[in-house]
């Protein structure tokens, strides 16, 4: 009964900005991990962000310098602030949370994806 929802996707111009939202909700003990992946047409889905339950991060190549990856417990939700966008950041976004219930130990969930749209 754990459900991740995004929100946030949309369209932005080349170097513009866009943030990211996902927030978890349901019979949740504890979130460990939490992340930002993407996919395109013909490619595998890749790691964009990282984000420990202590804040470390880790980000693609790709993304460092530009995105930044952000949680607030509180709220069991994870961020990801997109700067300088660039037309080859266009894909599906998807969430991602390592979460304990009151049932079971840490399992992998996924948010169902959001459009980011980079025009140039």
């Known amino acids: 009964q754990v459900q991740l929802v995004e929100s946030g996707g949309g369209l932005v111009q080349a170097g513009g900005s866009l943030r990211l939202s996902c927030a978890a909700s349901g019979s949740i003990f504890a979130i460990y991990d939490m992340g930002w992946y993407r996919q395109v047409p013909g490619k595998q889905r890749e790691l964009v962000a990282r984000?420990?339950?202590?804040?470390?991060?880790n980000y693609a190549d790709s993304v460092k310098g530009r995105f930044t990856i952000s949680r607030d417990n509180a709220k069991n939700t994870v961020y990801l602030q997109m700067n300088s966008a660039k037309p080859e950041d266009t894909a599906v976004y998807y969430c991602?949370?390592?979460?304990?219930?009151?049932?079971?130990?840490?399992?992998?969930?996924w948010g169902n994806g959001t459009l980011v749209t980079v025009s140039s």
């Open positions: 984000i420990t339950r202590g804040a470390i991060t």
């Open positions: 991602n949370a390592l979460i304990a219930t009151m049932t079971g130990p840490g399992m992998d969930y």
